[in-house]
């Protein structure tokens, strides 16, 4: 198989987020971007916590018992946050992610600045672009 890397199927401009952002305006962003989670950004665009759908859940839910929520983003957020790189292994990627790890990985550089996003559904587009080549490539040696 192919060397394939994150950086040939990740997402370049995903949503990310802002500790002192509110819940709903997560939400909100969550809801425009087809993605379950995503990482939260310093000033220097490095990751320093992830949230998820998940996370803003009990928050919304909990709001709308009360009417209202003061809860931010850096009051859910989870600050140890897996990573990877650019030039990682699709296929290492794929291995760590049936560990029941995460379901999406924050892709960044050596300082840890954010590049981008890879998800599980990119994993999957990966392989299978993959598997699609080498059944094509066999069809064509037998033809």
Known sequence: MKSQKVSDYMVLHPATFVPNMTIEAAVELFLKK???????????????????????????????????????????????????????????????????????????DKDNKMLGIISRHDVLDAICAQLKSNYQQGHARLV
């Not at 989670?37 to 919304?60: H, N, T, W, Y």
């Not at 140890?80 to 892709?107: C, F, G, H, R, W």
């Open 34 to 108: 087809p993605q379950i989670g995503g990482p939260v950004l310093d000033d220097e665009k490095r990751v320093i916590g992830f949230l998820s759908e998940q996370d803003c859940l009990a928050s919304m839910l909990h709001a709308t018992y009360l009417g209202e929520s003061h809860v931010i983003v850096a009051d859910k957020m989870r600050s140890d946050v897996l990573t990877v790189s650019p030039d990682d292994s699709i296929l290492e990627v794929a291995k760590t992610m049936t560990q029941n790890k995460p379901k999406v990985y924050p892709v960044v």
